[in-house]
């Protein structure tokens, strides 16, 4: 048997067709243009003061940068460096726009503007050292520039999503801290002013919860979303256990069509729900809502939680059948305790959708004695309400849900992937 021998005149390795010279000038050109734009939004929002990033400028420094860093062999590309290249595109976005970067004269908000150059700077060198490691100042192969592109729509992403996110909830809070006379001189004026003292400046928050008895709402709402994740539960538990672990007639139909309920839109369901509820009493109570919700939510518990009692070993549970145990004591003793993770994600999703539900809460509900939160902050949708109360009203809506998704994250990640795999 005889071994090829690779000819002396035919290269090895793959062809490298791609210029990494230019490719790294364009990202450097777009990152540039994209995060002077981001800096500029911001500076207008924190200031109050309109700014026009000047893209052109910001876009020619870029593409200087993503030069540099692809001229400079990855393993040097130091702190140092990465300093000097900082430096060098606020040197060159201020001389192209004429010291101008955001076209106001520097006097004007000056340590805004200096600290959104300087924060944009280390945000550019930072993303074009992160996404091009692999590329260099020569040609590339195919492998390194798609490697180099895929990390820069990754960045370009989470920077999108972070920014759509980040946005809204800073134009709720900064409305929330205005008074009436500064929303009608200047609506756009999204600047924070701490001359006012501290009082003045949470004087939406106080009349929420004074005048506007939002305390009452938010203690409604916890226990309507507590008792709905205690009800969903309850039922949960024994079907997602049935669906996974007992055979019985219609158990694949069960298990493949629990989901069904929500390809009917809910305003579907709410319209034979208030003419039923009206007849039997239930409408405009709380009661009418602990019962709506778990319905609404039980679905999608039970999917979840036998995809996770699905992963529970068997051998287990035959373990505790062995040892005397009835169904249901395995179910308490041992099931139940390895499936922690799961109910506390679970627990959480269904609060999470009790506590931000609107629709039935709209229908159902006429007494402001028995509003909901999010029932509560439409109510404060009126001309006759001052526009601070209401995003107020918003910011005490979201902010206690998102504190609470916070601290519990890592049980809601470990719950919802735990049951992945069998076995």
Known sequence: MSTAIPSPHRSIDPPRPYPGAVIAGVLGFLWGAVLHLVGGVAVTLITGVPMAPALGAAAVGGAVAGVAVAWREPALRSGTFRAILAVLWIAVTLAVAFGAPYSQPLETATLWQALALVLTAVALVATLTGTMRTLAFGRQSRRSVEHTLAASLGVFGHLFFAVIVILPFYVLLMTSLKTQQAL???????????????????????????????????????????????????????GAYAVARLNFPGRQILSRSVLLIYLVPAIVLVIPLYAVFSQLGLRNTVLGLIIVYPATTLPVAIYMLSGYFRGVPHELEEAGLMDGLSRLGVVRRITLPLSLPALASV?????????????????????????????????????????????????????????????????????????????
């Open 347 to 423: 627990g959480l999703y269904v609060f999470m959708i009790a506590w931000n539900e609107f629709l039935f809460a709209f229908m159902f509900l006429d007494d402001p004695k028995i509003f909901t939160l999010s029932r509560a902050v439409v109510s404060l949708n009126s001309s006759e309400v001052p526009r601070q109360y209401l995003m107020a009203g918003a910011v005490v809506t979201t902010i206690p849900i998102l504190f609470l998704f916070l601290l519990a994250e890592r049980f809601m990640v470990k719950g919802l992937t735990a049951g992945g795999v069998k076995g």
């Open 184 to 238: 009608m001189a200047n609506p756009l004026d999204l600047s924070v002013d701490l001359s006012q003292g501290i009082g003045n400046l949470f004087s939406s928050y106080v009349e929420l919860f004074t005048t506007y008895d939002f305390g009452r709402y938010m203690l409604i709402s916890f226990t309507v979303s507590t008792l709905t994740v205690i009800v969903c539960l309850a039922f949960a538990v024994p």
